[in-house]
Nanobody
Framework: QVQLVESGGGFVQPGGSLTLSCDVS???????IGWFRQAPGKEREGISC???????VYATFMEGRLSISKDDAENTVYLQINALAPADTAIYYC??????????????????WGRGTQVTVGS
């Protein structure tokens, strides 16, 4: 397995924004790059993904606050999160799905993961 690398997490005040980055340079190819998050005591949940041909998917419970993009030249996938709230506090992971999946926000369908970056929202 290859390792993806997340960056961009940190502490932010409510209402603020963050842009997370995922370095995918270790991948040869992929079907989807997804962003997931896991809060303490909760299951990991998918929040957004971008398919290799550019289609973007957002979880309905966060739609309107997210913007996903990729820079193929830089081998980087970005996730901008706006209007952050304390409920968004979690470890954020990026992952790659090497095979076609009809469930692009389901963690089980992803086979290469990063170690995560902590996002903490507080005042």
């Amino acid at each position: 397995q290859v390792q993806l690398v997340e960056s961009g997490g940190g502490f932010v005040q409510p209402g603020g924004s963050l842009t997370l980055s995922c370095d995918v340079s270790a991948l040869k190819d992929y079907f989807s790059i997804g962003w997931f998050r896991q809060a303490p005591g909760k299951e990991r949940e998918g929040i957004s993904c971008i398919l290799s041909f550019g289609t973007k998917v957002y979880a309905t419970f966060m739609e309107g606050r997210l913007s996903i993009s990729k820079d193929d030249a830089e081998n980087t996938v970005y996730l901008q999160i706006n209007a952050l709230a304390p409920a968004d506090t979690a470890i954020y992971y990026c992952a790659a799905a090497s095979r076609v999946t009809p469930r692009p926000l389901v963690p089980d369908d992803y086979d290469n993961w990063g170690r995560g970056t902590q996002v903490t929202v507080g005042s």
